[in-house]
């Protein structure tokens, strides 16, 4: 069944929070009403060499429907290369039809600024006439926020599913916590491999005072399950509404699996409104890549 115009537009508002909490400040809101966005690429050395920014238009249709509308705008991007990489866009288009697909694209543009950046491509000559206006914007801008490393995700993915035993209780992380107007919240991780250690771990945790007396405690879990090659996976967003479901729509982003997310908030009294959904992502986001 075709997913209806509200879906479609919770689809997309799901997509943008999560991509703004992965990227931070990388990610930047053109035209909130006509949905153009933009989202600044480097390829992640200490010293960017190659930058591009991708600028998307949502249409009405996207993601079930219709593709995203988008301009590839850097100095250096020109003729062959950037026929490559509007090629390769498409074909990830096509290869997930009526799927979110924005950060596939981010992550697809990046490779290929890495391997320009590895390969023996001469800088491009942009640096080389703007290098003052490089030293006192641009750098700056790149190196304070540091994006989530495909190495970092592999890393945990690799750790969870090295994980103990299946009774066992496994490690418990928290993560900081995040205050807004007297709302705190927290989120806790634990790599889980069955839906028995999913329970252990709540169970363990809704043994601790603080946590247990949390308004909300959301949560999310991914499980891979390696011989159907499908995914065990559900959410609860314990009274906050639809929280959970967005905290797993992240986990999915990621592509994060054998791993049980839980957020708690604690309602200091005052309505934050779609920030709280901010907090509990970024909370999540910050555990995952810790």
């Known amino acids: 069944m075709a997913a209806s115009a509200t879906e479609r537009a ?16 990388d990610w930047c809101v053109v035209d909130e009403d006509e949905k153009i966005y933009c989202i600044k690429i480097s390829d992640c050395l200490d010293q960017p060499k190659w930058t591009l920014c991708l600028q998307v238009i949502l249409p ?9 509308i988008y301009q590839l705008n850097a100095p250096w991007l ?3 290369d950037y026929t490559e990489l509007a090629n390769s866009l498409e074909e990830i288009y096509v290869q997930n039809l009526g799927e979110s697909i924005l950060y596939l694209w981010v992550e697809k543009i990046r490779e290929v600024l890495i391997e320009k950046a590895q390969s023996s491509d001469p800088e491009p000559d942009i640096k080389k006439t703007t ?3 490089d030293e006192d914007d641009g750098d700056d801008f790149l190196l304070d926020y540091q ?6 995700i592999k890393m945990l993915n690799y750790m969870t599913s ?15 916590p995040i205050t807004d107007r007297r709302s705190t919240f927290q ?26 007396s949390a308004t909300h405690n959301i949560y999310a879990y991914r499980i891979y399950c390696e011989d159907k090659q499908t995914f065990l996976q559900d959410c609860e967003d314990d009274g906050e509404t639809a929280a959970g479901g967005r905290l797993l729509h992240l986990m999915q982003i990621l ?3 054998n791993v049980l997310v839980v957020v708690s908030r604690w309602y200091g009294g005052i309505l934050l409104g779609p920030d709280r959904f901010k907090h509990i992502n970024n909370c999540a986001r910050n555990i995952l890549v810790e």
């Open 10 to 25: 919770q689809q997309q508002i799901d997509e943008i929070e999560a991509l703004s909490s992965i990227y931070g400040d």
């Open 60 to 68: 009405p249709g996207y993601p079930t429907a219709e593709p995203p």
């Open 78 to 80: 020109q003729g062959q």
């Open 131 to 133: 290098e003052e206006v």
């Open 147 to 152: 994006p989530i490393q495909e190495n970092q």
């Open 162 to 176: 090295e994980s103990q035993e299946d009774e066992e209780l496994p490690p418990i992380h928290h993560g900081n």
């Open 187 to 212: 989120a806790h991780l634990a790599p889980v491999v069955t839906s028995r250690q999913v329970k252990r771990v709540l169970e363990k945790l809704y043994e601790n005072k603080k946590i247990a």
């Open 255 to 257: 592509n994060v699996h």
